[in-house]
Nanobody
Framework: QVQLVESGGGLVQPGGSLRLSCAAS????????VGWYRQAPGKQRELVAG???????NYADSVKGRFTISRDNAKNTVYLQMNSLKPEDTAVYYC?????????????????WGQGTQVTVSS
């Protein structure tokens, strides 16, 4: 079983910064990608940023230039550095790990989610 634990959320003023961490543990065969998602009250969960096993990153248009996703393979941890935070960034942030490996040539995909961490941007 794979466990993901997010941390680093909190209350911050507009223009401030936070760094979220997502630490993975357990029996992980092969990571295909890790993503940070967020869900605000009354809204659907949306992808904020992702990073593939090859290090390719992608970002939602709303956070480009402000957020940076990175990873530390030795620590099995993915980070989300969030700068210039805005009130509209307020949400619960979730980490998702996408596992992909092959058994007898057939792909096996598993998605694992963390419990989420609250980010509140308010003065």
């Amino acid at each position: 079983q794979v466990q993901l634990v997010e941390s680093g959320g909190g209350l911050v003023q507009p223009g401030g910064s936070l760094r979220l961490s997502c630490a993975a543990s357990g029996n992980i065969f092969s990571i295909d990608a890790v993503g940070w998602y967020r869900q605000a009250p009354g809204k659907q969960r949306e992808l904020v940023a992702g990073i593939t096993s090859g290090g390719i990153t992608n970002y939602a248009d709303s956070v480009k230039g402000r957020f940076t996703i990175s990873r530390d393979n030795a620590k099995n941890t993915v980070y989300l550095q969030m700068n210039s935070l805005k009130p509209e960034d307020t949400a619960v942030y979730y980490c998702k790990l996408e596992e992909l490996y092959y058994v007898l040539g057939s792909p096996i995909r598993n998605d694992y989610w963390g419990q989420g961490t609250q980010v509140t941007v308010s003065s």
